[in-house]
């Protein structure tokens, strides 16, 4: 019985070592954030937030404003909002790259995320994955198949519940 509980505590201790396969997204308001822990679970997979520098807030995430910080950073597509933490992508061969969309496409933090580890990327599988209001994923997936032709991008998902 005592070596079966070893056994246990030992395989739940490794599992995370073996995965090869990081779910990565970005989540403003938590729905992503759901669907994305949902999927880590599903693929044995590491999951990683990928965090603005600057938290937004309600009034930032306003987009019948002009002025909102979502609304200029989406008017701007060289925009790139900083992000708090880098991530080590170098372990992984398949990478889910998770977010909201705004505006039909990905928010600039995903461009932000995508441009400190497009080297790192090369060859692995990339498979987007996104949560709406009601927009599906395709415009964003054909964006960033345009933005980042290096990469070797996959048919993405639309995670909403159903
Ligand atoms: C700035 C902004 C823009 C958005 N644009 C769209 C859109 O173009 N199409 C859509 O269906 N939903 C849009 N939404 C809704 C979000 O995609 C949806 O609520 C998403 O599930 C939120 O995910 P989160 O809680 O992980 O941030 C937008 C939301 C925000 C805040």
């Not at 461009?111 to 209001?133: H, M, R, V």
Request: proline share 7%; charged share 20%.
């Amino acid at each position: 019985m005592k070596k079966c509980i070893l056994a246990l505590v030992c395989a739940i201790m490794i599992m995370p070592m073996n995965a090869k396969t990081l779910v990565a997204y970005f989540s403003a308001t938590g729905t992503t954030k759901v669907a994305a822990e949902k999927l880590a679970a599903q693929h044995n997979a590491r999951l990683w937030e990928i965090e603005p520098a600057e938290k937004y807030t309600a009034a930032d995430l306003d987009w019948r404003n002009p002025q909102s910080r979502s609304s200029i950073e989406m008017n701007d597509p060289e925009e790139r909002p900083m992000i708090k933490q880098c991530t080590d992508v170098t372990p992984y061969d398949t990478v889910y790259v998770g977010f909201p969309i705004w505006w039909g496409i990905c928010p600039r933090i995903i461009n932000s995320w995508l441009d400190n580890n497009e080297p790192q990327l090369q060859g692995k599988i990339l498979i987007p994955f996104a949560t709406s209001g009601s927009s599906g994923i395709e415009e964003a997936e054909a964006y960033l198949r345009k933005t980042y032709p290096s990469l070797n991008w996959q048919k993405g998902l639309l995670l909403n519940k159903r």
